[in-house]
């Protein structure tokens, strides 16, 4: 039986559920509010990563994509974002969390493939 989360439907409600653990990390603020502190926020900027990869994923796929399809397509997305380098000449916390969540949330999906099999 093939996981449901491995459809169009269950990606987008798994962006549903990085957006609100982003919502969560962010406390009672808005990435921009947080973001002109000028401190780090790397959990928040982990689960943005999520959505952003997860949101790249979804508008790539067809909505009649089979599993296999949706794991192929994650895997490319992984390579995409595992090629990408900070902005500008300095590591940065933020932007190393961000690049992290979207790896992250392509390799979730890779792994339910292996355990739906």
């Given at each position: ?43 928040g900027k982990f689960h943005e990563g999520r959505v952003a990869a997860l949101s790249e994923l979804s508008r790539e796929i067809a909505d009649d ?53």
């Open positions: 039986m093939t996981d449901s989360r491995l459809t169009k439907a269950g990606l987008v409600q798994a962006r549903g559920q990085a957006a609100e653990d982003w919502s969560r990390a962010l406390g009672n603020s808005t990435s921009c509010a947080v973001t002109k502190d000028g401190g780090a926020h790397p959990a994509s089979d599993a296999r399809r949706i794991v192929a397509g994650s895997a490319v997305v992984r390579m995409r974002w595992a090629g990408r380098v900070t902005p500008g000449a300095r590591r940065d916390r933020d932007w190393d969390a961000y690049r992290a969540g979207g790896i992250h949330a392509m390799t979730e999906i890779n792994a339910m493939l292996g355990a739906a099999s």
